[in-house]
């Protein structure tokens, strides 16, 4: 379960990057400034989400695990207010299978 939690963050994580960096590429002006914002912070969370592939620690898998359930579930959100079910959908089934793999990592 240690894997599949960590590769399920990566996963995340990954989705993640593509979008920011897609947004990035697609907008303008002020709009390119706030992409790059958070092109930085989902490299952030990528680099994070690595880290369990190279040292094994329980804790970092459970804290990024955590991240990134959070960001999904927010994502979900996201999606409502905007009114796109593709963007509210997947983030949330995203998050909820990845809250349960963490689950049964834990316990």
Known sequence: MYYLCAALTLISASISLFF???????????????????????????????????????????????????????DGFIGIKIKDKFETWGPFIIAVAHLVALVFFIL
């Open 20 to 74: 920011s960096l897609l947004a990035v590429k697609r907008s303008k002006d002020d709009a390119n400034e706030k992409a790059l914002y958070v092109t930085a912070r989902s490299i952030a969370f990528w680099c994070i989400s690595i880290v369990p592939f190279f040292m094994i620690s329980t804790e970092m898998v459970v804290i990024t695990s955590l991240g990134m359930i959070i960001v999904q579930f927010l």
